[in-house]
Each structure stands twice: as C-alpha cells, then as structure tokens.
Antibody, heavy 121, light 107 residues
Framework: QVQLQESGPGLVKPSETLSLTCTVS????????WSWIRQPPGKGLEWIGY???????NYNPSLKSRVTISVDTSKNQFSLKLSSVTAADTAVYYC???????????????WGQGTLVTVSS | AIRMTQSPSSFSASTGDRVTITCRAS??????LAWYQQKPGKAPKLLIY???TLQSGVPSRFSGSGSGTDFTLTISCLQSEDFATYYC?????????FGQGTRLEIK
C-alpha cells in the first residue's frame, strides 16, 4: 500500500517561494497520478494540481501562474513550488494520489498526513 | 470551474440517527463524484467514488446516490466515530473541485 509523506519548511516569508516535497513509499512513482491539495485553517479543500511521471500536468487556473509541480522518479518523490506567496497561501498542504489504470480516476484514495505552511514575516 | 455546493453546512445528530448530506454541482457531472470524511487534524479519507461505489474497508452504513447535478451521502445508523466533516468532490473536469464541507456534530 502506497504511503505519502510531505516535507518542507513550515514558515515562508511573503513574496517568497513555498517548496514542498512528497516522498512515496510502497509504490512506484510511475503507477499513480500525484496531486497537491491544500486546506487553509478552518476552511475547505482546494485542489492545486496533478502530475503523472510521463510529464502530463494540470494546474488549477486560480494558481496556475504561480505553481510548478514536478516529479523525480529516481528519488520516488514529487514536488510543489508556489511562488510569490501571501498570507492567503497559509494552509495545510496535502499530497494525494490515485493509481493509474483503475476503473475510475480523478479522486484521491491515498493521502499524506499534511504539513502546515504559514506565510508570515 | 464546476462549483460544488453542499447542504447543510453543519448540523447536529444523535448516535443511531439516519442522516443525509446533499451535494449539488453547478453543471452535470454524470457520476464522477467522490465523498470524503475528515476528522480534526487528519487527512481526508475516501468513502465513496463513482457517486455510489463504496471504497474498500468503508462500513456499509455509508451509501451514496445521484447522478447529473444532485447527489446524496447517507449514513444509515450514526456511530460515534462518524462525527466529522464530509466533503464531496467532482472529477468530471479540471480543475477538480470540492464542496465547502458539511460538519456533522453530536447533538
């Protein structure tokens, strides 16, 4: 069973770039679609984007100009970069996945525990 | 983007009650809908996908129905561990979008 673990700084200054990594264990990076989802404190869930190891990517248009998602197959990791952050980007960031080739795709059955990133000077 | 609207936003119920949560999509999404349960400080947990297919390991007291724009999640007999926040999510199109959540509290 695949397990996901987010890592990265818990505090980022305004206007800087937020960088997070999700380390995958128990499964191949090439067998899943990998997504980032965030949740501001006390609020709902927002899908940020997804990547497949082949290079297929899709970003939420609301964040597209600031987001980069990439995958490192050699390390079994995928990453999120969000530039020009403001306080509105303060959230718990989750990595999540769904296996490729399943009867249905597009939802998320594996999640990391989440990591809180606070944007503050 | 497709907007997902859940109702109610919150409500109180008692153990043993039958409860229904509604999710409405701003346009037709066929049956491309998932439901999640989230407890405080935890990641969401997938309950149902394809509007009515129970995820492996999820108790049978959970059920889902609907297609097109209107969907429901029903818990047939509330247990203490079911008090949580529930989210619907459409995967008919990009961007994937979630409902605002329904918080289920103990009466």
């Amino acid at each position: 069973q695949v397990q996901l673990q987010e890592s990265g700084p818990g505090l980022v200054k305004p206007s800087e770039t937020l960088s997070l990594t999700c380390t995958v264990s128990g499964g191949s990076i090439s067998s899943y679609y990998w997504s980032w989802i965030r949740q501001p404190p006390g609020k709902g869930l927002e899908w940020i984007g997804y990547i497949y190891y082949s290079g297929s990517i899709n970003y939420n248009p609301s964040l597209k100009s600031r987001v980069t998602i990439s995958v490192d197959t050699s390390k079994n990791q995928f990453s999120l970069k969000l530039s020009s952050v403001t306080a509105a980007d303060t959230a718990v960031y989750y990595c999540a996945s769904r296996i490729v080739g399943a009867t249905q795709e597009g939802f998320f059955d594996y999640w990391g525990q989440g990591t809180l990133v606070t944007v503050s000077s | 983007a497709i907007r997902m609207t859940q109702s109610p936003s919150s409500f109180s119920a008692s153990t043993g009650d039958r409860v229904t949560i509604t999710c409405r999509a701003s346009q037709g999404i066929s049956s491309y809908l998932a439901w999640y349960q989230q407890k405080p400080g935890k990641a969401p947990k997938l309950l149902i996908y394809a509007a009515s297919t129970l995820q492996s390991g999820v108790p049978s007291r959970f059920s889902g129905s609907g297609s097109g724009t209107d969907f429901t999640l029903t818990i047939s007999c509330l247990q203490s561990e079911d008090f949580a926040t529930y989210y619907c999510q459409q995967y008919y199109s990009y961007p994937r979008t979630f409902g605002q959540g329904t918080r289920l509290e103990i009466k």
